[in-house]
């Protein structure tokens, strides 16, 4: 996909994330729409243009949030190099992939911004924080991933690079 294109994509989902999500809830919490858009552009486009997206889309988020400035970009570039594992894996063609990977990939990130959160200062309470946040988290990026993988996988298509074939 084109780099430019990518960013803009990101920049429209980071700005839906801060600005329309608070108000969709599902057990509590809201779907991390960057960190899923993230999660698909490691699986489907590798490592490097993973990782820029989560550079980009950590950046955007942090401009438009009120916590300390940073946090969502270690915690989503640390989320997708994790994430990136599986481009690497045997079993990258596991229909089951996209799956636990968002579900790893949601803990890490969330541990991250505790972690990061305690060591800025601020009061983590950390079994609360497992149970009320972290978990729910989990669940509703994993309810949320096929439509994101389903959506990165035809943008993919209609505009990445065209596969060279004999005919």
Known sequence: MDPY???LVLALVALLQ??????????????????LLTVSSVLL?????GLLAALVGGLMLDALSGA???????????ASALA???EINVFRA?????YATIVMATLVYNMIILFLLQMTGHVVIWHASLWRVVLPAMLVNLACMPVVY????WLRK???PRSVEWQ
């Open 5 to 7: 294109l990518a960013i």
């Open 18 to 35: 801060s600005t329309m999500m608070p108000h969709v809830r599902l057990l509590g919490v809201s779907p991390n729409l960057v960190l």
């Open 45 to 49: 486009q590798g490592m490097r243009e």
């Open 68 to 78: 300390p400035f940073g946090l969502s970009t270690v915690s989503l570039v640390l």
């Open 84 to 86: 990136g594992l599986g």
């Open 94 to 98: 596991a229909k089951f992939l996209p």
């Open 150 to 153: 389903g959506l990165s996988c």
């Open 158 to 160: 209609r505009f990445g």
